[in-house]
DNA sequence: TGACCCAACATGTATTTACAAGTTGAACTT
DNA sequence: AAGTTCAACTTGTAAATACATGTTGGGTCA
């Protein structure tokens, strides 16, 4: 990829996916540290950057004396974490619709949280959809960015891809953390029909609010999910 | 506190301290990692450790070329980071309020999730307890404990005590971490009577796995919270 | 006056070194 | 044979140093 990514960044990737693609396994034990300083060509405290990366990221975990142990990989749906939805379950079974065109318009009055002036004044882009895992809907979000240097943005299409992954690429936006609010509510008609669930029905509701590398610009989401068949899952 | 406490964790426990009480408040700059290591005498990367578990905890921003700016502090109820629920909204405006004596006994089947055989055997102490915030029931939770060197436990009081405080310092077991799920559900009869609810309202339902500083010794909590009111809030 | 440049200072990344503390298993002692 | 000790290995904490990169504001030059 970049070859200018830091070196514990690169290090932090390898191993990350060599848990994923199952290299190892829950209950293996990486390498040592020390030896791999020696495979990778760096020094201890690059390589335990790499490492607490994948411990807050709840890939491994660490016991003084004996090693980094990997963890199992999480069953739910890591959407409390930056990671997003895809780690957990694989991008192959997600798929994702748009509800309508991406448009310019303004914020919503009142918003779930507070805007700076120069915000208020662009405007927001705001899109709709609704994620699918295995054919059946999970999420309906509705992402506010404010309409700022993302020009020719409202024409790009969505469908089945990342919002980050695109951001990155064509913004070179990167999200760097956030906050979030979560709460239990129910079920109105809109939301029972995205999400095929009878009215009255128990949703989980999160709004949140990304960081980017860019400065003072923020992405805002707020998310619906259906709890019903499939947890939602974090590490802390 | 304990004079053996790493230094960087001094540090820590020392600027929370200053921006929990208002000394530093939100938006302030605080004092460069330079100034920090000769304020206290340590050296930058032992600070940039201190700083790195405020950003990791919320209280802090970093910003390259600029400085560490304090984050506004949580709203709602810090309950998905570490820290606990008492963090955010002062332990002032917590009560709690044990529902029965604690007792040993057998652990539910099934369990929420998977216990290893040294678990099993010693059975554990439930203690089950709702909380409040400013009158109002906000948590019922159920808390688990294996029953492995934990005598006298069942006969000591909880009320308006910190569970975590209480295994600190009689037992020397501290959280270093764990997972949890999260989801929607509908409050049934119990629910609605604990928290004050109708039936069918919506819960939110956090189960969770707490590692300890005892080697495989681990907690087990099953929280019901009322979020009507009062938002869950976490950052990433 | 206005635009530009750059020095000073902030955090980010990386190396090297040292010792502390927990874990394990093999060797030794009884 | 069983228990103990200890050496070797693990991660944890900490220092001192160097350079890269982003931010800011004052000084310079047109």
Not at 118 to 124: F, H, L, S, T, V
Not at 182 to 201: P, Q, W
Request: aromatic share 10%.
């Amino acid at each position: 990829m970049d070859p200018q990514l830091p070196q514990y960044k690169k290090l932090y990737e390898d191993l990350r996916k060599q848990i994923v693609d199952g290299i190892f396994k829950e209950g293996d034990l990486l390498p040592s540290e020390n030896e791999l300083c020696s495979l990778y060509g760096v020094t201890r405290p690059t390589v335990r950057q790499a490492l607490s990366s994948l411990v807050s990221d709840g890939f491994i975990k660490k016991h003084q004396g004996k090693g980094s142990i990997v963890h199992k990989l999480p069953k739910g749906i890591g959407i409390l974490s930056i990671a997003g939805t895809t780690s957990a379950l694989g991008a192959k079974n997600i798929k994702s619709k748009m509800l309508e065109k991406p448009s310019v318009g303004q914020w919503p009055d009142p918003f779930m949280f507070p805007l700076n002036d120069a915000e208020k004044r662009a405007g927001c882009v705001q899109l709709s959809r609704i994620r699918y895992f295995n054919d059946r809907p999970i999420f309906y979000d509705i992402n506010y960015l404010p309409n700022i240097n993302i020009n020719r943005f409202t024409s790009r299409t969505f469908e089945n891809k990342s919002l980050f992954d695109i951001l990155r690429v064509n913004y070179g936006i990167e999200i760097i953390g956030g906050e979030q609010k979560l709460r239990a509510i129910l079920s109105d008609k809109k939301l029972s029909d995205y999400l095929r669930l009878g009215e009255g029905m128990p949703v989980l509701h999160l709004e949140r609010h990304f960081d980017t590398s860019r400065p003072g610009y923020s992405i805002y989401s707020s998310i619906y999910c259906n709890t019903m068949d499939q947890d939602v899952y974090g590490i802390f």
